[in-house]
T-cell receptor, first 114, second 114 residues
Framework: GGIITQTPKFLIGQEGQKLTLKCQQN?????MYWYRQDSGKGLRLIYY???????QKGDLSEGYDASREKKSSFSLTVTSAQKNEMAVFLC?????????????FGPGTRLTVL | TQTVSQSDAHVTVFEGDSVELRCNYS??????LSWYIQHHGHGLQFLLK??????VVQGVNGFEAEFSKSDSSFHLRKASVHWSDSAVYFC????????????FGQGTKLSIKP
């Protein structure tokens, strides 16, 4: 088995601030994802990475940057936090080549912007 | 464009009751359907998937789902729910045409009364 670790668990920022969320996985999976989850809504894909140093934009990439520094880690940056923004950011990973591969999720980072 | 619709935002049943959580999708090609569960404060966990073959698939903890091409549905069922099944359930679809990206429904919150 493996685990996905997300840090920090809670993130409080100020309007306009640049904020970075980190994700680590020890599944040895090739593909990693960042999703945004808003209350009462489904998950929306922000960025994903098929392999190390690869980056692909999802449906919600505007306002975010991502970085896949190595196979086991995937970072997400909120480039300019929006006032009153509240959401949970979920990181996930899966084996390469699987539109039929299950995704494994981390516990999430809860963002609050004051 | 692929879409996933979960028509019930909230379902409440008594412990021991059967339950069906509905999922409808719109897509004409070869697809992969899955269900995930999210307990409060946690990330998503994979429950089951369908890609081909027997349209009734079994998952963990007594859950099963049935694929229907004619109805464009993939409903999740459980014969007898336990209080620990209280969670939010997400249906998701992906295909070869979107590089394996999962499209999630809005989620159905299942509440279990004692």
């Amino acid at each position: 088995g493996g685990i996905i670790t997300q840090t920090p668990k809670f993130l409080i920022g100020q309007e306009g601030q640049k904020l970075t969320l980190k994700c680590q996985q020890n599944f040895n999976h090739d593909t990693m994802y960042w999703y945004r989850q808003d209350s009462g809504k489904g998950l929306r894909l922000i960025y994903y990475s098929i392999t190390e140093n690869d980056l692909q934009k999802g449906d919600l990439s505007e306002g975010y940057d991502a970085s896949r520094e190595k196979k086991s880690s995937f970072s997400l940056t909120v480039t300019s936090a929006q006032k009153n923004e509240m959401a949970v950011f979920l990181c996930a990973s899966s084996i390469l080549g699987g539109h039929y591969a299950e995704q494994f999720f981390g516990p999430g980072t809860r963002l609050t912007v004051l | 464009t692929q879409t996933v619709s979960q028509s019930d935002a909230h379902v409440t049943v008594f412990e021991g009751d059967s339950v069906e959580l509905r999922c409808n999708y719109s897509y004409g090609g070869s697809i992969y359907l899955s269900w995930y569960i999210q307990h409060h404060g946690h990330g998503l966990q994979f429950l089951l998937k369908y890609y081909s073959g027997n349209p009734v698939v079994q998952g963990v903890n007594g859950f099963e789902a049935e694929f229907s091409k004619s109805d464009s549905s993939f409903h999740l069922r459980k014969a007898s729910v336990h209080w620990s099944d209280s969670a939010v359930y997400f249906c998701a679809v992906s295909s070869n045409y979107n590089q394996g990206k999962l499209i999630f429904g809005q989620g159905t919150k299942l509440s279990i009364k004692p």
